[in-house]
């Protein structure tokens, strides 16, 4: 089928437009290759899908109705794997429009996009994040997600609803996948194992937020790869069982649906940064700090629901993600 992937030069967009062409979609990449971070690694990861018979790459900003229009008009998508956004928590504190012209004005093109054009299954990237100052763990969908800590979150938990909307309003099926920590291979380099990596090669000390009392729910690219594509073939439907005298929020009377994807094995951030130091054979200097605004101190996805309707099993233990992450590091940046 043919597959318009948004955020494509990203890196959860570029490995899923790589899984599609593996098995032989076709897909339409699209980007606007923004300086949020190094431009560079978005093009490398570009330059592996350029090339290849059944890929086209646009370069196009979201916030532009008028270019979005054209593009659901001219390639006439089937389906619609939407991965780009403005990324990042503590950005947000620094420039909030660009979050509104990305994930709040880019997502109803998207969702007009697909109106307009009769799209099947849109797939689209929510957050953890959403869950914001909940403090009941493991992270479920069928919890109430209405007290964001940032405005990235925020946005997010909008998608949800404007999608909701839309499949309500439409009938146009949407599911939501709620990231949890995604890291490996071609990652991005605002995130924590990525700027650890960096700075312990250089001899640069880490900072260590919260005092080290973080844990995140890492997540391997592979894994959630294989989630997205499999959850892509899945088009949502309406629940049956579901009741607006009791409603649950992960799913509806509508072809809607949310999830979780994460690894359902929260790893302590101070096991993180000894697995690396392992992996890189060196030694951190850590400089603790606060818990900055924004973030949140722990993470953890109840996943089953995506068990259950897709047999989502994520299988790749942190000491080898990071190794492979390590390894990829140094093999691109030229490190002995």
């Given at each position: 089928m043919k597959v318009l992937v948004t955020g494509a030069a990203g890196f959860i967009g570029a490995a899923t437009a790589q899984a599609l062409l593996s098995r032989g979609d076709t897909v339409v990449g699209l980007d606007n290759l923004n300086a949020y971070y190094d431009v560079s690694l978005k093009r490398a990861r570009l330059a592996l899908l350029e090339g290849q018979p059944n890929f086209q790459f646009i370069k196009c900003d979201l916030k532009d109705r008028a270019d979005m229009e054209e593009v659901f008009a001219v390639h006439k998508p089937e389906r619609v794997v939407h991965l780009a956004a403005q990324a990042g928590v503590r950005y947000g504190l620094e420039n909030p429009h660009s979050y509104v012209d990305s994930n709040?004005?880019?997502?109803?093109h998207i969702l007009e996009g697909c109106r307009q054009h009769d799209i099947a299954h849109l797939v689209y990237a929510s957050s953890?994040?959403?869950?914001?100052?909940?403090?009941?763990?493991?992270?479920?969908?069928?919890?109430?997600?209405?007290?964001?800590?940032?405005?990235?979150?925020?946005?997010?938990?909008?998608n949800e609803l404007l999608a909701h909307?839309?499949?309500?309003?439409?009938?146009?099926?949407?599911?939501?996948?709620?990231?949890?920590?995604?890291?490996?291979?071609?990652?991005?380099?605002?995130?924590?194992?990525?700027?650890?990596?960096?700075?312990?090669?250089?001899?640069?000390?880490?900072?260590?937020?919260?005092?080290?009392?973080h844990?995140?729910?890492?997540?391997?690219i592979d894994d959630i790869v294989e989630g997205v594509v499999r959850t892509l073939d899945r088009i949502?439907?309406?629940?049956?069982?579901?009741?607006?005298d009791d409603p649950d929020p992960g799913t509806s009377n509508a072809p809607y649906r949310l999830y979780n994807i994460g690894n359902n094995r929260p790893v302590e951030l101070m096991d993180l940064i000894a697995t690396l130091e392992t992996a890189l054979g060196r030694k951190a200097e850590k400089v603790m700090a606060p818990l900055q605004p924004g973030d949140v101190p722990r993470t953890c996805a109840?996943?089953?629901?995506?068990?259950?309707?897709?047999?989502?099993?994520?299988?790749?233990?942190?000491?080898?993600?990071?190794?492979?992450?390590?390894?990829?590091?140094?093999?691109?940046?030229g490190i002995a």
């Amino acid at each position: 089928m043919k597959v318009l992937v948004t955020g494509a030069a990203g890196f959860i967009g570029a490995a899923t437009a790589q899984a599609l062409l593996s098995r032989g979609d076709t897909v339409v990449g699209l980007d606007n290759l923004n300086a949020y971070y190094d431009v560079s690694l978005k093009r490398a990861r570009l330059a592996l899908l350029e090339g290849q018979p059944n890929f086209q790459f646009i370069k196009c900003d979201l916030k532009d109705r008028a270019d979005m229009e054209e593009v659901f008009a001219v390639h006439k998508p089937e389906r619609v794997v939407h991965l780009a956004a403005q990324a990042g928590v503590r950005y947000g504190l620094e420039n909030p429009h660009s979050y509104v012209d990305s994930n709040l004005t880019g997502f109803l093109h998207i969702l007009e996009g697909c109106r307009q054009h009769d799209i099947a299954h849109l797939v689209y990237a929510s957050s953890s994040s959403v869950y914001g100052g909940n403090t009941n763990m493991p992270f479920s969908v069928h919890d109430n997600v209405d007290h964001p800590l940032s405005l990235y979150a925020a946005t997010k938990k909008a998608n949800e609803l404007l999608a909701h909307s839309y499949s309500h309003l439409y009938g146009l099926p949407t599911t939501g996948l709620r990231f949890f920590t995604v890291y490996g291979p071609w990652g991005r380099p605002d995130m924590s194992l990525f700027l650890f990596t960096r700075r312990i090669l250089a001899g640069e000390p880490i900072e260590v937020f919260n005092y080290g009392q973080h844990a995140r729910d890492f997540t391997y690219i592979d894994d959630i790869v294989e989630g997205v594509v499999r959850t892509l073939d899945r088009i949502a439907q309406p629940d049956p069982a579901w009741s607006g005298d009791d409603p649950d929020p992960g799913t509806s009377n509508a072809p809607y649906r949310l999830y979780n994807i994460g690894n359902n094995r929260p790893v302590e951030l101070m096991d993180l940064i000894a697995t690396l130091e392992t992996a890189l054979g060196r030694k951190a200097e850590k400089v603790m700090a606060p818990l900055q605004p924004g973030d949140v101190p722990r993470t953890c996805a109840d996943i089953d629901a995506l068990v259950a309707d897709i047999g989502f099993q994520p299988k790749t233990p942190i000491e080898d993600g990071v190794q492979r992450f390590v390894a990829w590091y140094k093999g691109y940046y030229g490190i002995a």
